[in-house]
Structures are given as C-alpha cells and as structure tokens.
C-alpha cells in the first residue's frame, strides 16, 4: 500500500481540472496507469481519492463485512458509494474533478490535496486550515489511540 507523504495546494483551471502533484506521482512507484476512485468522506466535508489498487482493497473489506440483502447494510452501501466517481490523469497530469463532488466539499478554485495511507484527502483550503491546526486534542488523540505520546521507537 502507497503512503501519500505531504500536502499540496493546486488551483483548479475553468473547466475544473486540477495539476496532480509531481511528489504524489512520484510516491506511486507501480505508476498511475490504473486511474483513480474519488468519493465523499465518511466523516468530514472532504473528497477521498484512491488509486484504483487501494479503491479494490476497500471494496474487498466492504464486501467481506457486509449483506446487500440486509436492509441496514443496503442502505450503508448505498450511502458510501453515491457520489463515486473514477478518474485518470490526461497527457498533461491534469485530473477533472466533478463538479457535483467540487460543490459538496465546498472547493471553489483552491484544493489542498492531503496525503494518508493508501488515499489522498482533497479539501478547500479554509476547511483544511481548521482541520488541520495542531492543537493540545492530538496529544490526547494520540496517547488514547497508540497507548502514549508520540516517540522514536527505539
């Protein structure tokens, strides 16, 4: 699985197409043939994009936990997948983000592309500044999710 390593700020062009960060395309050693899925968060008011060989992975975990013929299961795949949409990059490096997914996360001409493990998080850049400001509820985040502060391994 690719580790996306940093963040980068793209403006959109008139028709909505984003410039894809060299580093991210750099970081993708198996290249960028197999396109991307890019779809709503579950949690906040921001984009995800997988690289195909992620977005499979996903969906190998959704299946294996999951009965379409269960009604409350139905409705949550229903849900996760609405607003999908797959994605290349052109000749150029240039990906078209939808706009109906552009209007929901609230990006006008700005996007802060944010790397993870396996994704990379695309916000506007207001909504990211808030998200993104380190503050006292990391510590605490990190000590209750790791067992202790942030530390060398060693």
Sequence with gaps: MITFIGDYTVKLDAKGRLSFPAAFKKQMKDGLGGGFVLKRDVFEKCLILYPMEEWERQ???IRAKTNPYNKEHAKFLRMFYAG???LSLDSNS???IPKRL???AEIADEIVMAGQSG???LWS???YT???TADDDFAAMAEKILGGPLSDPE
């Design 84 to 86: 999908t949409a797959e």
């Design 94 to 96: 240039r990906m078209l």
């Design 119 to 121: 994704r990379i998080e």
């Design 59 to 61: 969906n190998a975990m």
């Design 125 to 127: 850049g207001d909504t």
């Design 102 to 104: 552009l209007d929901y």
């Design 130 to 132: 808030g998200v993104s």
